[in-house]
């Protein structure tokens, strides 16, 4: 199903998993977030990245992204 169709959904559910891998001189966290509605799963290294996976289902209903 498009994006655009299933982003009229007022439901979305998202599984954000999260962890450390231990890196010289410091940790460094990862994660990966899962859409259950479409199955679509992508892994992130960064808020931006994890944000940006999130705003193309999630929009307000003028159309505005959330913030």
């Known amino acids: 199903m498009p ?3 299933e982003r009229r959904s007022t439901l979305n559910t998202f ?7 231990p890196e010289e001189g ?5 994660g990966q977030v899962q859409r259950l509605q479409s ?3 992508v892994e992130f290294s ?9 705003r193309r289902w999630v929009q307000m209903p003028d159309g ?3 913030e």
């Not at 599984?15 to 891998?21: F, K, Q, S, T």
Request: neutral net charge; hydrophobic residues 45%.
């Open 15 to 21: 599984v954000v998993r999260l962890w450390c891998e």
């Open 3 to 5: 994006v655009d169709r």
């Open 26 to 30: 410091r940790d460094r966290w990862r």
């Open 64 to 66: 505005r992204d959330f």
């Open 46 to 54: 960064s808020e931006a990245a994890l944000l940006s996976f999130i």
């Open 39 to 41: 199955g679509e799963c």
